[in-house]
Nanobody
Framework: QVQLVESGGGLVQPGGSLRLSCAAS????????MGWYRQAPGKERELVAA???????DYGDLVKGRFSISRDNAKNTVYLQMNSLKPEDTADYYC??????????WGQGTQVTVSS
């Protein structure tokens, strides 16, 4: 039984910061690549950030320089630090775990709203 549970979402003002967490269970966490995706109403799901099992990171163009992904293998948790938030960052944020082409899991999502 695999479970990914996101937390840390909420309401924040433009220019503010927020840190999302995703706690994983039921997988060999340290062997998995992890990612954050987001989806706003009427929009396609897009990559926010990813970190592979070796610690290499990748970011979507819209968040480069503002967001940072990290992982703590001892806690089976991946984080997304979001700084300089903009209203267009408002979306549901989803945690993803993947290994190869067969193993792929998603969390339930957490809402982030950026508004003054």
């Amino acid at each position: 039984q695999v479970q990914l549970v996101e937390s840390g979402g909420g309401l924040v003002q433009p220019g503010g910061s927020l840190r999302l967490s995703c706690a994983a269970s039921g997988i060999a966490f340290s062997l998995y690549n992890m990612g954050w995706y987001r989806q706003a109403p009427g929009k396609e799901r897009e990559l926010v950030a990813a970190i592979n099992s070796g610690g290499s990171t990748d970011y979507g163009d819209l968040v480069k320089g503002r967001f940072s992904i990290s992982r703590d293998n001892a806690k089976n948790t991946v984080y997304l630090q979001m700084n300089s938030l903009k209203p267009e960052d408002t979306a549901d944020y989803y945690c993803n775990a993947y290994a190869g082409r067969v193993w792929n899991y998603w969390g339930q999502g957490t809402q982030v709203t950026v508004s003054s």
